[in-house]
Structure formats: C-alpha cells, structure tokens
C-alpha cells in the first residue's frame, strides 16, 4: 500500500533565519560578488580548523577547489595521479581537466575508502600524487596513506566534500598534514552555500598560485609587494586562470551555516545512532563506524541490503514515500571511465560488491526523530521477512 504521509526528501538544506538574515543584508549592501563576505567566511572557516599556517580559499564548487589543488601542485601531462574508484565523477575528472592519468584502485571493507595496499601495489614512477576520498564522512586511514605518500614523494589531496566536520586520530580533516584538502558546500552536504567550496592548502606557493588561478590568473600582490598604495584598477594576469570565485551572496548563507555546523553534525549523529538501533536486527549492513574516539561527519548512511535485490528495495522505498540514494555507482561502472582507463568491475571487487547492495537513506539535520523512525519503519516492512 503506498504511503500517504507527505514524501520524506533524501536530502534536505538546513537554511534558517540566520541564513535568510544574511543573504538579504548582503543583497542590501551594493555588493553581490567576492567582497567583504567571502574573507570574513574565510577567516571564520579558518578559525572553525582552528590549525595555525593553513592557506583558506573559498571557491564556487569543490570540483573547481579540486581542479586549482592539482594546478597548484604542478599535475601535468605524463603525471598518474590515483583514487578510489568508489567516488563522485569530480574526484577524477579533475586529473583529465589537467592532462594526467587517473589510476582508480578499489576500497578498503571496513572503511569504504581508498585501500592503502592496493594503492602501494599502483605506484609507478610516474605517481606523482593520490586523492583520498572520506566516504559518508567517515575518515580513509590517512595515518597510512600519508606514511606511504611520504615515503614515494607523493603529493596527497583530500576530497573532503563529504567530510565536515570528522576527525582522523582526534585531528580535524583540513588539518592532517595532506598538501590540500577540499570541501564541498553543495546544496546536499552537510553545509552549504547553494553551490561552493573551500579549498585548504598548506603551502605558501601553492596557495598564491591557487589564489591567482581561482580569479583569471590576476595577481594583485605582485604589485602591492613594492607599493602599498597600488590603485584598484592595477593588476597583472600571470596565467590563463579559471572564474572559480565565490560570490558574498553565497558566502553569506556560508557565515549563518558555520556557527551551526557542530549543532547540525551532533543532529546527524543523532539520527545515525537511531538509525543503528533500529536496523540493528535486519539483513542489512550498516555503514562504518569511525574509529574509536573520531568524528563522523554522517553525510550518508549508505546501507548495504542483504535480504532482496537493491533496485527492488529501493523502488519499494519510493513506494512507501521516502526518497533514496546510491553512493556510488563506481567510476568503473560510468562508460567514459570504463573506456578511457580500461577498466573491468573484476578489478574492483570490494566496490563492486558494495554498489550492488547499496543504498543510502535519508539523512539531514532537519530530520525530526518521526521522520526517522518512519524511514526505519518503512525498511521493516519492505524488507522480506524482517
Ligand atoms: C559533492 C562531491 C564533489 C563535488 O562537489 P561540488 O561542490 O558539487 O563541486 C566532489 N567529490 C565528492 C566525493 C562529492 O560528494
């Protein structure tokens, strides 16, 4: 019998007062794109890292976050640069944008994140770096992939677009000690701009190229080095750069999201737990704990069903009015990554196996606890036998 509660979304922003108070005192101010909004966002998402020395950029994706991290490490033709094939397509296009070779290796079980081994059996002479990818929001082993970084001279990029806020060994993501690490403030993750993202590098070089790239290729301080008092309309273009800028408009809703992100990722851990406890009993998987004592950004809680076929499950779902999800059909699934890397599914056997069972239910901080009880209710009773 299909359901005649209201459809419960699969994913829903949180956007408030705050939010609304902010985006209309920016449309009232006579300045709509990168301005005085974005740097205090800047600042105030460095001061949410709370790590001294690190270079913060806002940006209007955390593909093109992505895209000016591998610029500034010099990526190029000839390089190979490996992740996970259990990922969004931006985690390796981004290799292509700069004329390298994406190698996808497969993921670890108990983290569903980029495998380490599998990662060391891929290096070649030409490696030149790795992007991780915090699956859910649940931190890859980056104790392990940064020691074998180090020891191959690899660089190391983390997509942390599913990833904030969660910790690795009690350190925040953004500040583990990797050469960049992007987010992402889509309208889906677990803080948003509309459409956004912040790019953290750790070197100094890398960030005024970054920096530089997002905006035309202008740079500005090349002047303001010799002369303080350098007119507005003064500056040099030293590259063909990208418009990767954020606006104020989007920086805006970034500020209200910001001082919420704690409450909103305790509400997500909320609704994980429950989630556990009321699954707890079904043939399914559940998805990975963090590590003892780690932050778990619960962006997805990606199940894995054991008792009937996946489309059948997810189809019955929709039929009892909740919205759902797959993370991810693997990038060795998507025909121009399957025919430009020559990739078979027998290669990838943990993510094969995963993308067959999985599904992701509903998750967001809006969530009230009858929400959630009536997304478990309705896995009981379309699961057969349950
Ligand atoms: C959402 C997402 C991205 C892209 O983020 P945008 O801000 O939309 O560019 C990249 N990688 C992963 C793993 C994502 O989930």
Known sequence: MPSTDPFVPFALPDIGPQEEAEVLDTLRSGWLTT????ARFEKAFAGFLGASGLHVLAVNSATAGLHL????????PGDEVITTTHTFTATAEVIRYMGAQPVLVDIEPHTLCIDPAQVAARITPRTRALIVVHFGGRSADMTALLA?????????VEDAAHALPATHAGQLVGTLGSDATVFSFYANKTMTTGEGGMLVLRDETHARRARAMRLHGIDRDAFARFNTAVPAWRYDVVAPGFKYNLTDIAAAIGLAQLPRLRAMQQRRAEIAAAYREALADLPLALPPLPAPGDVHAWHLFAVQVHGMARDAFIDAMFAQGIGMSVHYVPLHQMSYWRQSC??????????QAVYEHTASLPIYSRMDDATVQRVAAAVRRVLPGA
């Open 69 to 76: 991290a591998l610029d500034a490490l010099g990526i190029g």
């Open 148 to 156: 074998l970084a180090r020891a191959h001279g690899l660089r190391v």
């Open 35 to 38: 301005g005085p909004k974005v």
């Open 342 to 351: 020559g990739l078979d599914a027998g290669d990838f056997p943990v993510s």
